[in-house]
C-alpha cells in the first residue's frame, strides 16, 4: 500500500524556469512533509519541510504547498539551476514520530 | 558541525554471511533511524533507536536488527544474508527535542550480496 505517491517519475524542465514536483498521500494521519534531494550512491539531502498547520513555506528558491483536504503537496524551484537535476523525495511523517514514509521519487534534469 | 557519518561505505558479502553496518549522528542528535533502498521497494524504513531504546519498527523480518549506544552511536545487523538484501544502507538521525524532528541523512553503505 503507497501511501506517498509521486506520480511524475522525471521531469525535464529548461534552466530559468519554474520546476513543479507533486505528491499526494493517502495517510490522513500524516501532519509532517519534507522533500529531499538525491544524488546516486549518496544520501537524501534536506530542502525543506511543512508541517499541516500550514499550507506554505519558502526558503529561498525553495516553495512547498500543502493541499491538506486535497492530501497534495507540491515543490516549486524557482528558478531552475543545473545543479537542481537530481531525484527528489517527498515524506511524510507524524509528528512525534519518526518514521518517515517516502514516495517514489522524480528524477528532475534541468536543460542548459 | 559535523554530518551524519556510517562505516563502512561499501561492503560485499556472500549469502549466508551477517554483516554489521555503523551510524554516528550528529553531535546532540538523540534519534536514530535506518532505511533500506532498493530499486524496486524504494526507501523503506528499518527502525529507530531513542536512548538505547528501539521506538519504531518497520515490516522486516528479525535477521534485521540494531542497537544504539549510550553516545547515540547506532548499527545495524543483518544476519544470514540473502541477494535480496542487496541494497544501500542508509542511516539517519534527528534532534529529537520534541515537536517535529527533521532527519538528516548520512551517505549511506552500500551492501552487496553475492
Known amino acids: 500500500d503507497q501511501q506517498v505517491k509521486q506520480n511524475s517519475p522525471s521531469l525535464s524542465v529548461q534552466e530559468g524556469r519554474i520546476s513543479i514536483l507533486n505528491c499526494d498521500y493517502t495517510?490522513?494521519?500524516?501532519?509532517?512533509f519534507l522533500w529531499y534531494k538525491k544524488y546516486p550512491a549518496e544520501g537524501p539531502t534536506f530542502l525543506i519541510s511543512i508541517s499541516s498547520i500550514k499550507d506554505k513555506n519558502e526558503d529561498g528558491r525553495f516553495t512547498v504547498f500543502l493541499n491538506k483536504s486535497a492530501k497534495h503537496l507540491s515543490l516549486h524551484i524557482v528558478p531552475s539551476q543545473p545543479g537542481d537535476s537530481a531525484v527528489y523525495f517527498c515524506a511524510a511523517s507524524e509528528i512525534g514520530n519518526e518514521k518517515l514514509t517516502f514516495g517514489t521519487g522524480t528524477r528532475l534534469t534541468i536543460i542548459p | 558541525k559535523a554530518g551524519v557519518t556510517q562505516t563502512p561505505r561499501y561492503l560485499i558479502k556472500t549469502r549466508g554471511q551477517q554483516v554489521t553496518l555503523s551510524c554516528s549522528p550528529i553531535s546532540g542528535h538523540r534519534s536514530v533511524s535506518w532505511y533500506q533502498q532498493t530499486p524496486g521497494q524504494g526507501l523503506q524504513f528499518l527502525f529507530e533507536?531513542?536512548?538505547?531504546?528501539?521506538?519504531n519498527k518497520g515490516n522486516f523480518p528479525g535477521r534485521f536488527s540494531g542497537r544504539q549506544f549510550s553516545n547515540s552511536r547506532s548499527e545495524m545487523n543483518v544476519s544470514t544474508l540473502e541477494l535480496g538484501d542487496s541494497a544501500l544502507y542508509l542511516c539517519?538521525?534527528?534532534?529529537?527535542?520534541?515537536?517535529?524532528?527533521?532527519?538528516?541523512f548520512g551517505p549511506g553503505t552500500r551492501l552487496t550480496v553475492l
Open positions: 533507536y531513542f536512548s538505547e531504546t528501539q521506538r
Open positions: 495517510n490522513s494521519m500524516f501532519d509532517y
Open positions: 539517519a538521525s534527528s534532534l529529537q527535542a520534541g515537536g517535529v524532528n527533521t532527519q538528516y
